[in-house]
């Protein structure tokens, strides 16, 4: 098994570097089959890794395979932890990178840059990996920092374009925030255990939670609660949660295949698997889990509003994105772990899907992303218009549907959470989560209407070109639309309410409201037709999609009106809250101007100025003064001669 | 051959006759001589003599012992009981390694550029070599002292001669400022010799001292050291000097010379007034997190890559006095070794990290002949394997897990930790200011259209800068990716040293 692990993780990196330094070689071909093959085999693995403990049950693997370093008892290692949790990761990460692969041919067909596109993703596939099959906080910070760095170089790697290098950049430190936490996090892991081990450190767990850290003047903080939120701020930059979700939308300046991949489905949903995985931690500290559902029904909910007023299509389904990475915190907020992870796995499916059907009207549409500027597509692109209709559907929780399964249960579960009675938190979480689900169908189905349905708004050069896009594009599509609709009808009674994650995820017994409502689960179909009695979710959703078609199809001279109506809040939702002023023109500027302030007046001025050169300078004029008493005349020398020499005796006498 | 009896003096002295050889062979009065091709070739063969015996220090290095190895043994000058003491351990041989690495590539970099006095140039670098190397040698302070000002000389030629425009002011507070510093060690090695009647370390180490004398020699080193290092607010020379000093100079200096702090504090400070720098360790925390904060933002307003780099080298030294002078802040047991090996950790990676990042600019200078940012932009176009090499190394400055840069970042910013969480806070701060001045050059320098005529008619790298970029970056990944042979080198040497440091030397009834 050992072996086999390895090799899920070094065929995907061996392929970027062999496409990275020999991509004129082996040519553009040689690169993509090359890294197809890699990645293909390694998602091939995991299904052997997945099925070898679940259905054979195998045992949990945890081990080291190297020692990184080793300082003062502090030992650094690289390691795999192969649970049910890591092999479900292992398998959706594997799966989409695959069909992003795959996709790739088509949509980067054209551009200089393929081999290198390929090695990125081969690379990101690598250090993906290595984030989801650690054992220790070491090699969770390597994958961490190493996904970023790929994402960096995909969302810049059209990088002559200003909006790409500004994005990257934007992203890397956004991210470095969140790390910054992150690091402080693990620091005090070690201080409290001497340990990056994941399971020595859940071990000391309760030890660590009775303990208290002195922060600010002594006053004593709980120390897993400190552990936990610094952890938290860590999840908070990769998986892009308010008040750093900046980043994600600017994001979109990579090309698709990787906003499908990197920016939907898989590494903005490591912070959600981070925390899933620390959950020995987080159960123990209650602060952190209110601070985790609070922010993650801001998110839900505020950043699905920015859904609407966005008319780049690209541009819609990353704030989708971020709304749904809300939808999974505030679960993980609310003790439900694997409705998380549940809810992150149809995503994948599914955004992945709508991410790629997206590049599909982009490529037909000739690289324009405006929605105002489509319409009637449907027409043209049989295949894109079905599948983008599967994902939607999925999207908003249509019954039946992946999306809908997750996202009842999550709705559910935060509904009986062990946050209810408890006041505002738990209204607010409860209330996100429920009025988002009316957002989410308001904007997927303005998109899609606004995409496929309704006057073909495009000139007509380009009308005449529209058509299908090519097999290579359109078989994934297909691949992940079927996930799409079935996954969760048969994935959901063994994964969320059977023991599917088992020990990997650690609930606290009054916490455990999965388990409450795993009592009342009886199969699919039961847990279907609840749906439509249960609680409203359903209803808002179709209320969602009925208002889009109101406003977008049958009187679409009515959102114009309504945004000059009320200016206010479309300026506010079109400057998305002023964040990024807030982030650019408040700490990037301010750091900026903090720096020139250090430099001109601190280095230059103060210390160069006064001190040092100003100590050279009195030296020289001392220098410059004693100098004119050497004036080289023979006259004045015997005149100061005489004159010190009467002064002396004077003196002397005077002594006497 | 077992060359180990006398490998030391090899690796000091060899470089050394080496650069007199170099010298008195001559260039024929042209780089492009005959003669001076003969001249470089025996340049090159010399430091790659250097680095053969290295490898065979690496080879016969045993890391289970703290203990002195290699150790050499005369009488020098008698008169005052000066002895020519060389030994290495965990704590100098790294640091050898580093000079011995770096200083080849220096050679190779520096081949067809140097157009005037190139048997000086070359003869130079060879020579601080090994002067360089003695200093990490030297287990006798008066020893120690010779190689550590005659290094100052080859350095003040390096810059003045073969500097830029304002070389003179810049060599001028690069040599005052450092011979300043020197002068006080000197005085306080004087006082220890009164103390003790010779200049062995370890009787300086054994010798018990009040706290008063340990204070002031103390501050006699912190003046040496701080100024090396350099700490804040002694760090203004640095900058002037690397923007004026060539390619070659400017990467010996971040690489090693700036290293002779870091070694000064670990090797004397420490161990010969434990006390003393116990004492201060409060204000030297402090400096180090000045370094961090205040220098990281000083480093974003950079407009010239050598200084942005120049300054992101203070910063990055930040954390080498800072994981020495944790220490006394974490308890007993809590694993105090960390901050300090974290420190040497990053020592050797700094070196070779800014001397990447020296060799960059040096290779975008000798096509454009400007510093400045603003006059680049869009190389990624028309170089794109230096582009790719450059965002590597960036990334390695900016602390990116799998470069070495992040190695000793991590293990000081853990330690710090449990010495108190604000000082980790600060120290954090890196992972941001790190990654903001680093990657926006980057921005502005690689990525974008290609944005004047002198970036358009850039060609890619030679294969003799692709040579020197590529083992530094083979050298940079494997440090982050296994960075374990280089900790073990490390390990008895610091557990030793945080015993020695646990026990006062302070006199009886002071």
């Not at chain 1, 303990?211 to 998986?239: E, Y």
């Not at chain 1, 983008?388 to 549907?401: E, W, Y």
């Not at chain 2, 005369?74 to 200083?103: H, K, M, N, Q, R």
């Not at chain 2, 290293?259 to 116990?278: A, E, H, N, T």
């Amino acid at each position: 098994m050992q072996t086999i692990h390895l090799t899920i993780v070094l065929a995907p990196l061996l392929a970027a570097i062999v496409a990275g330094l020999f991509g004129k070689q082996i040519g553009r071909a040689g690169a993509h089959w090359l890294t197809i093959l890699a990645v293909g085999l390694s998602f091939v693995l995991s299904m052997v890794v997945l099925k070898d403990i679940y259905w054979d049950g195998g045992a949990v693997e945890n081990y080291s395979v190297y020692t990184w370093a080793v300082s003062d008892g502090l030992r650094m290692e690289v390691g795999f932890l192969i649970d049910r949790l890591t092999a479900l990761m292992m398998v959706v990460v594997t799966f989409v990178s695959f069909m992003v692969h795959i996709y790739t041919i088509g949509y980067m067909h054209d551009d200089p840059g393929y081999q290198r596109f390929f090695s990125y993703i081969s690379l990101f596939t690598f250090s993906m990996l290595m984030l989801v099959m650690s054992n220790n906080f070491l090699q969770l910070f390597f994958g961490w920092e190493a996904v970023g760095l790929v994402s960096y170089l995909l969302i810049g790697f059209w990088f002559k374009r200003e909006s790409a290098i500004f994005a990257n950049l934007k992203a890397f430190l956004v991210n470095r925030v969140g790390d910054f936490g992150f690091i402080l996090g693990i620091a005090a892991i070690v201080m409290f255990t001497n340990s990056l081990d994941y399971m020595t450190v859940f071990g000391a767990a309760g030890d660590i939670a009775r303990q208290d850290i002195a922060v600010f003047g002594g006053s004593p903080w709980n120390a897993m609660s400190v552990i936990c939120i610094l952890l938290f701020i860590g999840a908070m930059g990769k998986s892009a949660q308010a008040p750093l979700h900046v980043w994600l939308p600017d994001s979109m300046e990579g090309p698709t295949p990787i906003s499908a991949l990197i920016h939907a489905a898989t590494m903005v949903t490591a912070g959600i698997f981070m925390v899933a995985r620390m959950s020995p931690l987080f159960e123990l500290s209650e602060t952190a889990l209110a601070v985790v559902l609070v922010i993650g029904s801001i998110t839900a909910f505020f950043m699905g509003l920015l859904g609407i007023v966005q008319n780049d299509i690209k541009r819609v389904v990353a704030y989708s994105t971020l709304s749904q990475l809300g939808y999974m915190t505030v679960a993980l907020g609310a003790s439900a772990y694997g409705a998380a992870i549940f809810h992150l796995m149809t995503h994948a499916f599914f955004k992945a899907l709508l991410f790629l059907a997206a590049g599909s009207v982009i490529i037909a549409m000739h690289h324009e992303q405006d929605i105002r500027k489509m319409g009637g597509i449907r027409k043209y692109m049989p295949i894109t218009y079905w599948t983008s209709l599967v994902g939607s559907l999925a999207l908003i929780g249509f019954p039946g549907f992946a999306g809908f399964f997750s996202k009842d249960a999550l709705i559910e579960a935060v509904r009986h959470s062990h946050w209810e009675g408890q006041g505002a938190v738990y209204w607010i979480a409860y209330l996100s989560v429920l009025l988002g689900v009316f957002v989410t169908a308001l904007y997927s189905f303005r998109m899609f209407f606004l995409v496929f349905h309704g006057k073909e708004r495009m000139d007509e050069h380009t009308r005449s070109h529209i058509h299908e896009t090519p097999a290579v594009v359109t078989v994934p599509l297909v691949l992940l639309a079927i996930p799409s609709a079935v996954i969760g009808w048969f994935t959901i009674g063994p994964v969320l309410f059977g023991d599917f994650f088992g020990p990997s995820i650690f609930v606290l017994p009054g916490h455990d409201v999965l388990a409450e409502l795993g009592a009342e689960f009886h199969g699919s179909a039961q847990f279907l037709a609840h749906s439509f009695t249960a609680g409203p979710a359903f209803y808002l959703a179709a209320a969602g999609v009925l208002v889009a078609w109101f406003l977008y199809l049958k009187r679409p001279d009515l959102p114009e009106a309504i945004a000059n109506r009320m200016s206010g809040l479309y300026t506010l939702l079109d400057r998305k809250y002023y964040f990024d002023e807030l982030w650019i023109n408040g700490f990037a500027a301010g750091g900026r101007r903090l720096g020139r302030f250090l430099w001109t007046r601190g280095d230059e001025l103060i210390i160069d100025g006064v001190l040092v050169n100003g100590t050279a300078n009195s030296v020289g004029r001392l220098a410059g003064t004693l100098r004119h008493l050497q004036t080289g005349y023979l006259y004045h020398y015997a005149f100061a001669m005489i004159i010190a020499l009467t002064l002396f005796l004077g003196w002397l006498l005077w002594l006497q | 051959m077992d060359f180990n009896e006398n490998l030391l003096s090899i690796l000091t002295w060899l470089p050394i006759l080496g650069g007199v050889a170099v010298l008195a062979l001559g260039d024929g009065g042209d780089a492009g001589t005959a003669r001076a091709g003969q001249m470089r070739v025996l340049a090159l063969a010399v430091s790659l003599l250097t680095l053969l015996f290295s490898v065979v220090l690496y080879a016969g290095f045993d890391g289970a012992t703290a203990a002195m190895q290699f150790v050499e043994r005369a009488p020098w000058i008698e008169a005052l009981s000066a002895e020519y003491y060389l030994g290495v351990d965990g704590i100098s041989a790294p640091l050898i390694l580093l000079t011995a690495f770096i200083t080849p590539l220096v050679v190779i970099a520096g081949w067809d550029g140097i157009k005037s006095r190139p048997a000086q140039y070359f003869a130079a670098f060879l020579i601080l070599e090994g002067l360089m190397i003695g200093v990490f040698c030297a287990l006798d302070a008066l020893l120690f002292y010779v190689f550590w000002e005659a290094m100052l000389v080859p350095m003040f030629l390096i810059i003045g001669v073969w500097g830029g425009e304002r070389r003179i002011y810049a060599t001028l507070k690069f040599f005052l400022y450092t011979f300043l510093g020197s002068v006080l060690m000197l005085v306080a090695f004087v006082y220890l010799y009164l103390k003790t009647g010779d200049f062995d370390f370890f009787s300086f180490m054994g010798v018990p001292l009040t706290l008063t004398e340990q204070q002031l020699i103390f501050i006699a080193f912190l003046l040496a050291f701080a100024v090396k290092v350099p700490m804040w607010p002694v760090h203004t020379w640095l900058p002037d000097a690397h923007v004026e000093a060539p390619t070659g100079g400017s990467v010996i200096l971040a690489a090693i010379m700036l290293k002779m702090g870091g070694y000064g504090f670990i090797r004397l400070s420490l161990p010969m007034v434990p006390d003393g720098s116990q004492y201060f360790a409060g204000l030297m925390i402090a400096l180090s997190l000045i370094a961090v904060a205040y220098i990281g933002l000083v480093a974003l307003m950079q407009k010239d890559m050598k200084k942005l780099i120049a300054y992101s080298s203070i910063a990055h030294m930040g954390f080498v006095t800072l994981g020495f002078f944790i220490i006394w802040y974490m308890g007993p047991g809590s694993g105090p070794g960390l901050g300090m090996t974290g420190g040497m950790v990053q020592m050797v990676s700094h070196g070779l990290v800014s001397g990447a990042l020296f060799l960059c600019v040096g290779v975008l200078y000798d096509r454009v002949h400007s510093r400045q940012i603003a006059d680049y932009g869009g190389v990624a176009n028309t170089m794109p394997i230096f582009a790719a090499f450059m965002v590597l190394f960036a990334m390695a400055n900016a602390g990116l897990p799998g470069t070495s840069g992040f190695v000793g970042e991590f293990m000081v910013i853990i330690a710090s930790f449990k010495a108190n969480v604000w000082f980790a806070f600060v120290a954090a701060m890196t992972l941001i200011l790190g990654a903001a001045y680093t990657l926006w050059m980057v921005k502005r320098v690689i990525y974008g259209e290609v944005a004047n005529k002198h970036v358009a008619d850039l060609k890619d790298l030679t294969g003799r800068e692709f040579i020197v970029l590529g083992v530094l970056a083979v050298a940079v990944l494997l440090v982050g990716v296994w960075p374990a042979p280089l900790v073990d080198m490390m390990s008895a040497s610091v557990d030793h040293l945080v015993e020695q440091l646990g026990q006062s030397k302070l006199t009886a009834g002071m």
